[in-house]
């Protein structure tokens, strides 16, 4: 059975830094891109950061330069290091497959407020 399990969310005032993790039971991160998406109060989920299989990096216009994405393939984990946060960077932060989404994990909040 696939799962996908985020953590490392929290509250933190704004300028502060955060460091989710992604892991999976299920699915080999190694031979796929990955993502970050986010789903802030109200809105639609949307992508935040994606990473290929050889590393290669895109981020959302409003986190580049603040939020990065990288991988360990060894543990099978992604990760996504966010500074400098906003407060409109709260929301809950979910991983998946950068283009094959599986079925979503619970996500793991994020919330910048001072």
């Known amino acids: 059975q696939v799962q996908l399990v985020e953590s490392g969310g929290g509250s933190v005032q704004p300028g502060g830094s955060l460091r989710l993790s992604c892991s999976s039971s299920?699915?080999?991160?190694?031979?796929?891109?990955v993502a970050w998406y986010r789903q802030r109060p109200g809105k639609q989920r949307d992508l935040v950061a994606r990473?290929?299989?050889?590393?290669?990096?895109n981020y959302a216009d409003d986190v580049k330069g603040r939020f990065t994405i990288s991988r360990d393939n060894a543990q099978n984990t992604v990760y996504l290091q966010m500074d400098s946060l906003k407060p409109d960077d709260t929301g809950v932060y979910y991983c998946?497959?950068?283009?094959?989404?599986?079925?979503w994990g619970r996500g793991t909040q994020v919330t910048v407020s001072s």
């Open positions: 299920g699915i080999n991160f190694s031979i796929y891109p």
């Open positions: 998946n497959l950068g283009y094959d989404l599986r079925p």
């Open positions: 990473i290929t299989t050889n590393g290669i990096t």
